[in-house]
């Protein structure tokens, strides 16, 4: 019997924050099982460095297409200007299914394979968390623009089941399925630890919340470490006072301070997965985090939880674990074991089991699992 064709994935991504990382390890899952993706970036183009982490993906087209991402449009009919010509792209390339990381883009229906969107963020959840009063006119139609995106895709995917549930809750829609993200360990040697604080993410996010971290590395001991940028692409900026920026710090720089650092620390409001804490789980950090949903269904039982607005709370936990190492490393044991959870393999045989829905001859399991 011939084989069926390789398997050809369209997959949307933008090089700002999380979406680029989740989008690389996914291609790199996949390519395992022998799906090839194209990726097609959105927004800002993706630095020199992310470009060459993409070439070295297996099975992977990284392709820029130089439009704005859907939270960055200027008015509501680019956004489907930005579907029609991901449609076009999806025709010339044969895919067999299109992963949208940005759901809005589906709006335009027509597309020639089923859609799958995964549910990273939004701006009405994220207003939910961190602002007041009504949203602005902007986000409204943004909002509006995700619904109908939404809607228009064959199936969702959400990081984790606290954002499926608030996400079905918001746009009244059926609850996405749960996949949860995934990483590898970073390859660094093993290094001593060092008395720190270290944090990372878009810290010009309003929803990282990292002035309350600022506010603690004046009451803490030790200097707390903040990684990534302060002005973001939609013209939010932060400054720091008491933590010190390391500014934008490539991934292997990121995995070097983990590997040195007895304490990571997240004081999100707002946080659909959050990334930089599995890597800082991986890298055997204790973890100090906020204490909202999402930080709760993933690391109950292996963190300490503050509430996110608690500058003193913050800096009493984080004193401690660093005046009692046994502590810490108790803690960091925990995270680590919990963090095997949230492996590439585990995100890619969610990711595939949604694509068998639509294509179960294409997208069959890997023959080991098969064979399980």
């Not at 019997?1 to 700002?16: G, I, K």
């Not at 200007?81 to 895919?95: F, S, T």
């Not at 939880?305 to 810490?328: S, W």
Request: aromatic share 8%; hydrophobic share 50%; proline share 8%.
């Amino acid at each position: 019997m011939t084989p069926p064709p390789q398997p050809r994935v369209l997959m949307t991504a933008d090089a700002v924050g999380g979406v680029w990382t989740y989008a690389l390890d996914l291609a790199r899952g996949l390519a395992r099982t022998g799906v090839a993706v194209t990726l097609a970036v959105f927004g800002p183009s993706p630095s020199a460095e992310q470009v060459r982490t993409a070439h070295a993906v297996p099975n992977l087209t990284l392709i820029d297409t130089g439009l704005p991402l859907d939270w960055m449009a200027a008015r509501p009919a680019e956004i489907l200007e930005c579907g029609a010509a991901l449609r076009d792209l999806a025709r010339a390339n044969r895919a067999d299914l299109i992963h949208l990381n940005s759901p809005a883009l589906a709006a335009i229906g027509g597309f020639p394979a089923p859609v799958v969107g995964a549910c990273h963020s939004c701006l009405a959840t994220w207003w939910a968390a961190v602002g007041q009063g009504p949203m602005p006119p902007d986000f409204r139609w943004r909002t509006q623009a995700l619904w109908r995106g939404m809607l228009a895709c064959n199936a969702l995917v959400a990081p984790t089941a606290a954002f499926a549930q608030v996400t079905a809750h918001t746009y009244e829609v059926p609850v996405p399925f749960v996949v949860h993200n995934g990483r590898s360990r970073a390859g660094v040697a093993p290094a001593p630890c060092e008395p720190m604080v270290f944090t990372c993410g878009r810290l010009w996010d309003a929803g990282k919340n990292i002035a309350v971290l600022d506010a603690a590395a004046a009451m803490i001991g030790a200097p707390l470490y903040a990684a990534g940028p302060l002005a973001g692409p939609n013209g939010e900026q932060r400054a720091l006072g008491h933590a010190k920026s390391l500014g934008q710090l490539s991934a292997q720089q990121v995995a070097g301070w983990l590997a040195r650092a007895p304490v990571y620390a997240s004081s999100a409001l707002y946080e659909p997965f959050g990334l930089g804490v599995l890597e800082a789980a991986q890298a055997g950090c204790a973890l100090v985090l906020s204490d909202i949903a999402t930080f709760r269904e993933l690391w109950d039982g292996a963190a300490i939880f503050v509430d996110a607005r608690d500058v003193g709370g913050f800096a009493r936990a984080i004193d401690r674990l660093l005046a009692q190492p046994a502590e810490a490393a108790a803690l960091a044991a925990q995270a680590r074991a919990r963090a095997a959870r949230y492996s590439i393999e585990a995100m890619t045989a969610g990711a595939l089991a949604i694509y068998r829905l639509f294509d179960p001859v294409r997208f069959r399991p890997p023959l080991e699992e098969a064979a399980a």
